[in-house]
């Protein structure tokens, strides 16, 4: 079968681990060269290999999404493998604490200031960047939750961030001619959000969906969540 994605260049950040790891599996695995980024040099070359063992076309690069240089060399190397970027994923994100228990009224000032920088932030930077590389035809996704929309006790400045990293995405979709919108997986099993929900394999699956077969307009400037996914592929 022909790849999906047919050899075009994407970059998933915070690729090192849980849902991002699996998409970067899934989108190579469909095709695309995948440029990789995460803090965590060491984790990142273990996904870097593992997705060359799969048969992959992958380039990894330890990348802080806090700092718009690091982001700057990101997709200076992802132009480096192709002429330009057809998919973006914003995924790189942090949570400080245990899910669910770290209201506002106990958040440390530190706490809350990394969370905007890498979650709010770090999203703004990623896209920023690859405006200038993206191909007529790209797509970028930014993975959120249901916190992001609705008040629910003790995710405190994480929620918080990741309200901002929507309200980037819908800037962006507002400024740009590329579809550039939100995927809400619902709850996830993974080391960030905590036991229990859905596995990061299907959640990947679902971001796939939103890159190459969403309804672009549907995309744009919005929020897609499991029910959208699960009706558009049955």
Not at 18 to 38: F, R
């Amino acid at each position: 079968m022909v790849p999906a994605m047919d050899s075009a260049t994407a970059v998933v950040t915070g690729a090192s681990r849980g849902i991002g790891e699996q998409i970067a599996h899934v989108v190579a695995g469909a095709g695309a060269h995948t440029v990789i980024c995460a803090r965590d040099a060491e984790a990142l070359e273990r996904v870097e290999a593992a997705i060359r063992d799969a048969g992959g076309s992958v380039t990894a690069i330890r990348t802080d999404v806090r700092d718009e240089y690091d982001v700057e060399r990101l997709v200076e190397t992802a132009m480096r493998e192709g002429d330009a970027i057809q998919y973006v994923v914003a995924n790189a994100g942090v949570y400080h604490g245990t899910a669910g228990e770290t209201p506002l009224t106990e958040e440390s000032y530190t706490a809350f200031d990394d969370h905007i920088r890498t979650n709010a932030r770090g999203v703004f930077s990623t896209i920023r960047e690859a405006v200038p590389h993206l191909g007529s035809d790209a797509r970028i996704v930014v993975p959120t939750g249901v916190v992001a929309r609705e008040g629910m006790p003790g995710y405190g400045s994480y929620a918080v961030s990741k309200a901002a990293a929507e309200a980037v995405a819908r800037g962006f979709a507002a400024d740009l001619d590329t579809p550039v919108g939100a995927v809400d997986p619902g709850q996830v099993a993974t080391d960030l959000s905590g036991d229990g929900g859905r596995d990061p394999e299907s959640v990947a699956e679902m971001v796939l969906w939103a890159l190459r077969d969403a309804d672009p307009s549907t995309l744009d400037g919005g929020v897609l969540d499991w029910g959208d996914y699960r009706s558009a592929t049955r």
